[in-house]
């Protein structure tokens, strides 16, 4: 339990000896494929068809949710960082997941209220961001167009289902990633399709799941007083020149530091110096508040898998019907989705998820068995999930192993039931 290694002096080490971890088993998994499965001949993948693949990304380059407290420290967010790239440029509409209209969205009202120095507004979406984006279209576009003529090089809403998370941000970053895409080439209509915030799974829901928000009241506070962040913290905060009372942890420290390297901007040089410092302690805190037990990652992203395992199920169901599935599910996320997405499915590296960054999922058939395989990928990075023998993994395997996690919303709503709400302790990036 991260929580019991927290009461120890050791923490410091336990982020190089889980990354240590995590590619022993890559590498033994990947020696394993060699070999194949069950130690005879492994799969032919020149045998294999392509049947869908489904992406979970994250948003684009933004600027910071939160500024750092003293004027001086803070660089300017000059509006110039929202004008639009002609080449990420779509007609998309946006509606709820019924086909009607956009619901309301709590957050984007949120993060109005904060105006950060330049005239920008909290979470913004930049054009650094939209060209971010618009290149992840393009990789997508020569995997699944290019390479192999999967999808077809324009958007065609019977092959392409698109969700985002009701945030301008992601909307956003959704728009430019399918410009990219399909070259701004489209056969009907971009539907973007979103959920209300109060029933959202694309992200951590502390707003629906009383017992998560329940289970994480206090700890983002409290992982500021474990051993070793709370010297690193007390150390950084002083070498900026921040007071012990300014409430400014290793989240909004890291918050900062990404945003401003993601455009170049520099606010402090300390805050350069304890760049790395700053990002592990966040992924260290961010671990800390979600727990990392099964019931917190089921909580945290069991409908989100639900509802990659119900697209795996359609197409290999052969009583759906012709043009039900489609060969292409896009869900527009954040770095709260990853980094406990990244754990279920044990391929989580101790590196905060950057921005635009994806987690791939392929499914196959073999054109002779008939058997069902799947395929994942980070940033573009062939990975090996938890429970798998390689990195071309039988369906049945991987649905096993998921099904720890996996939760339909009947058995969602009965585990988030259990205790009352509370204040939430991590916002959505």
């Not at 336990?14 to 998994?29: I, P």
């Not at 750092?68 to 779509?90: C, F, I, K, S």
């Not at 009202?109 to 971010?132: D, E, P, R």
């Not at 062939?382 to 919303?409: A, H, I, K």
Request: glycine residues 6%; proline residues 7%; charged residues 20%.
């Amino acid at each position: 339990m991260i929580a019991d290694v927290f009461r120890g002096r050791l923490w410091a080490p336990v982020g190089v000896l889980a990354s240590l971890t995590y590619f022993l088993h890559q590498r033994r998994a990947a020696l394993a494929e060699l070999r194949g499965a069950d130690g005879q001949h492994p799969v032919d993948r020149s045998r294999l068809e392509l049947k869908m693949v489904q992406v979970v990304f994250r948003h684009g380059a933004r600027s910071p949710l939160k500024p750092l407290p003293q004027e001086e420290q803070q660089v300017e967010w000059n509006t110039r960082l929202l004008e639009v790239p002609p080449q990420t440029q779509l007609d998309c509409t946006v509606t709820n997941l019924a086909g009607g209209p956009k619901p309301h969205s709590p957050f984007d009202s949120q993060y109005c209220k904060t105006v950060l120095k330049g005239g920008m507004f909290a979470g913004q979406l930049t054009n650094v961001g939209m060209c971010q984006m618009f290149a992840l279209g393009e990789r997508l576009r020569k995997n699944y167009v290019e390479d192999v003529p999967f999808l077809s090089p324009t958007f065609n809403p019977q092959e392409v289902f698109v969700r985002s998370s009701n945030m301008c941000r992601n909307l956003e970053s959704t728009r430019c990633l399918l410009a990219g895409l399909f070259q701004r080439q489209k056969e009907g209509p971009v539907i973007i399709h979103t959920d209300e915030a109060s029933s959202e799974v694309l992200y951590p829901n502390y707003q629906n799941c009383w017992s998560l928000r329940e289970r994480t009241r206090g700890r983002r506070w409290a992982a500021s007083l474990q051993p070793g962040i709370s010297e690193d913290l007390k150390k950084v905060k002083e070498g900026m020149d921040i007071g012990s009372s300014d409430e400014v942890d290793f989240l909004i420290l890291f918050d900062n530091v990404a945003a401003e390297q993601a455009h170049g901007l520099l606010s402090s040089p300390m805050l350069k110096r304890f760049a790395r410092l700053i990002e592990q302690r966040a992924v260290d805190t961010a671990l800390y508040v979600q727990s990392g037990d099964r019931e917190s990652l089921q909580m945290a992203v069991g409908p989100l898998l639900h509802l990659l395992e119900s697209n795996l199920l359609k197409v290999t169901d052969p009583a759906t019907p012709p043009g039900q599935a489609r060969k292409l599910y896009l869900y527009s996320a954040h770095d709260v989705t990853l980094i406990p997405l990244l754990t279920a499915l044990g391929i989580f590296d101790h590196k905060w998820p950057p921005f635009a960054v994806d987690v791939t999922l392929e499914l196959y058939q073999h054109q002779e068995s008939k058997e069902w395989f799947v395929q994942l990928y980070y940033h573009g990075e062939e990975q090996v999930p938890r429970g798998c023998p390689g990195q071309l993994c039988p369906l049945d395997e991987f649905l096993n192993t998921m099904s720890v996690y996996t939760l339909n919303p009947e058995k969602y709503h009965s585990l988030c039931s259990q205790a009352q709400a509370t204040e939430p302790e991590m916002e959505s990036d």
